[in-house]
């Protein structure tokens, strides 16, 4: 059984005041997009007026126009009354600015370089919030490698390898994450048929995601597969979270000075970044 770290109410209402403006925006361009970002800000999918409203650093009133507004527009959706979560106009947005990201190609030529400097199989995960937060392949480069090599069953691949609390890629993507999808994957059970070093201890869990941000890049032990280690390193559009480059070598074969495959990783990963910036210019 896994242990879940839930954030205490008034922890959740010291954080609502945190996030919250330090002065109400002054333009109505400015309230709207407020009443928006609360949304993200606040835990869990629906919420109340109140809730939303003081987040915001909104009136109830002024919060109550923009809301219904929004219902009309499809931005929101009213859950009952005076209860709210985002809409399919805001999923419509994001879908639109993902489908600019870099093209299969493009990121397919820094995965090659990634499988020829290190030797390792070089994997990209992106986020896939379908579902709930989790990853999801989108291409690798494993060179003469039989897949079957690798140790994965088809279970594997949508339990175990599409969860972000296991293996450095998934935890790469989860410390970029807000709080409140962080909380909700540390609620979720590790797979059944991870690997013998995941982490299991959300204290310890916790402080992994804490040491990424700092560092810029996660290490893993044979935690999706046994026999197999990682190296992973955020791939990131701005300052969102897209998903992680991941380096995988048999344990075996992992050097002790690991020094040089984070720097290839983080290379990697830094260059799909910069091509979400600018998706059209080709790889370089």
Known sequence: MTSTTTPAPDTVSKQRQEDA???????????AF???????????????LRAIAAT?????????RILKTGVTDGVFEQIGRGRYRLGTGTA??????????????STHTILERLHAATGGLALLYVLSPFGGAKRLCTDYVIGDI??????????????VSRSLRTGASGRVILAHLPQTIQDLVLAEEVPPTAGPGVIRDNDA????????????????????MPGWDSV???????????????????????PADLRPLIYHTRKAAESISELTTSPIAAAM
């Not at 995601?209 to 996660?218: K, P, Q, T």
């Open 56 to 64: 915001a650093g909104l009136d109830d009133a002024t919060t109550h």
């Open 205 to 224: 869990l916790n402080a992994s995601l804490d040491e990424i941000r700092r560092l810029g890049f996660g290490v893993g032990r044979q935690e999706c």
């Open 146 to 159: 039989d897949p079957a090599e690798v140790g994965m069953s088809a279970e594997d691949v949508v339990s």
């Open 232 to 254: 992973s390193a955020p791939v990131l559009w701005h300052d969102s979270i897209m998903g992680s480059v991941l380096l995988l070598r048999r344990s075996a074969e992992m």
């Open 92 to 105: 419509r947005a994001g879908v639109q600015a993902m489908a600019h990201s870099p093209s299969a190609a």
């Open 34 to 48: 407020a009443v928006q970002r609360a949304f993200t800000q606040l835990p869990g999918e629906v919420h109340s």
């Open 21 to 31: 403006p330090s002065k109400p925006p002054s333009s109505l361009a400015a309230r």
